[in-house]
């Protein structure tokens, strides 16, 4: 399984890394924001700042990596992979493209909602949604919290089942994207 020709060409490698990395740091920054950070502070509020232009910035990786998955294909599933497992790859990687843009999309909801500006390292993005009564914005931030989580739950399964793959299949999936 060594065969460089079965790797992500090395872009895609990068783009994943760095979005496992952004993600990663959105679950701990969301989770100490809302539950250990006394509210209204300045550290709170400095939380929500960088986690909205770190959700900027993995927007705009998200676009780039749909491109170039798009433009540049990736190397085929390893021959040993089969059934369900195949199944559950092809479901699995869906997800992981599908859930990013629906967390991201629903905290700008959740921001404008709010009467806020998505705001990347201090530059103004356009107010896409408009600004709604507490229901609605209480209703958007329950919808990101649950994105999240769920495609937190979707990443521990992906990583688990990359590890899987390595450990007791014998077969190193995880060559693919080092």
Known sequence: MKDASLKYHPVARLIHWL????FLFM???GYSMTELVEDDSALQE?????????????LVLLIVRITFRIVIAP?????????????????????LYI????????GWVETNFGGHTVKWFGMGMPAIFPEVDEFWQ??????????AYTMLV????HVAAAYKHRWIDGHDVLYRMT
């Open 19 to 22: 979005m496992a990395t952004g």
């Open 99 to 106: 859930l990013p843009a629906l967390v991201i999309t629903a």
């Open 138 to 147: 209480d209703l958007s931030q329950e919808v990101h919290m649950i994105l």
């Open 154 to 157: 979707m990443a521990v399964v």
């Open 75 to 95: 190397p085929p599933m390893p021959s040993l992979i089969q059934g369900w497992e195949r199944i559950g790859a092809h479901l699995g990687h869906a997800a």
């Open 46 to 58: 400095f939380l929500f700042d960088l986690h909205i232009s770190v959700g900027v910035t993995l």
């Open 27 to 29: 679950w701990i920054c």
